[in-house]
């Protein structure tokens, strides 16, 4: 079985558990996928899975990428932090809601756009317990604990599943959380078995 998870800025291939990262879908084999990016078009040998997602939300445009990556926790925090960070709470299979931050990459972008002087490297070493005594290092301080302190305040007693490229370093600041780098592919699995099989 071939997957495809289409985002806004990679597209990933999943198969027999292995992930690579591809420029485009291989119209030259079956596939199933999910996207979120509309330069992508539509394959004749690829099934979208987005109608087959029966998921149960109020919340009005939900991705579909976040979708699969809910589709498969029954309770607990989703956080998945790549390009842009999102955060989703399910409850008893229900999604309660979630919101959007920017990514790392996105902070990182946003301060050089204010000042020459606010370019910085990312150090996943900093220590957001103590704080800053230069530059780099509030800057660093800025760009991860305001996205941990928003993910810290709704995941009160429950457990946080992370996925995304920055999801394995948010996952080590929280004992209740996990690192689930394919929980999209898992959720893609999980409704072609209840679907399409």
Not at 14 to 30: A, K, L, M, P, Q
Request: hydrophobic fraction near 40%; charge should be neutral; charged fraction near 25%.
């Amino acid at each position: 079985m071939v997957l495809y998870d289409s985002g806004n800025t990679n597209i990933k291939r999943y198969e027999d558990g292995r992930v690579t990262y591809v420029d485009d879908f291989d119209v030259h084999e079956s596939f199933y996928y999910v996207n979120v990016n509309p330069k992508i078009k539509d394959f004749k040998n690829g099934i979208d899975l987005a109608p087959y997602f029966k998921f149960q939300t109020d919340y009005k445009g939900m991705g579909i990428d976040r979708i699969a990556a809910c589709y498969s926790i029954e309770d607990g925090v989703i956080v998945d932090a790549g390009s842009a960070i999102t955060v989703d709470i399910m409850t008893s299979g229900f999604h309660s809601g979630g919101f959007i931050m920017p990514g790392i990459g996105a902070y990182k972008e946003s301060f050089a756009n204010i000042s020459t002087a606010l370019i910085f490297n990312i150090d996943k070493d900093i220590n957001l317990k103590i704080l800053p005594q230069n530059t780099h290092e509030a800057l660093n301080f800025a760009t991860f604990k305001a996205p941990y302190l928003m993910i810290k305040e709704v995941a009160i007693k429950k457990k946080i599943y992370f996925c995304g490229g920055d999801g394995i370093f948010f996952s080590h600041f929280f004992k209740n959380s996990v690192y689930e780098k394919n929980l999209v592919f898992e959720g893609m699995k999980k409704v072609i078995k209840e679907k399409l099989c």
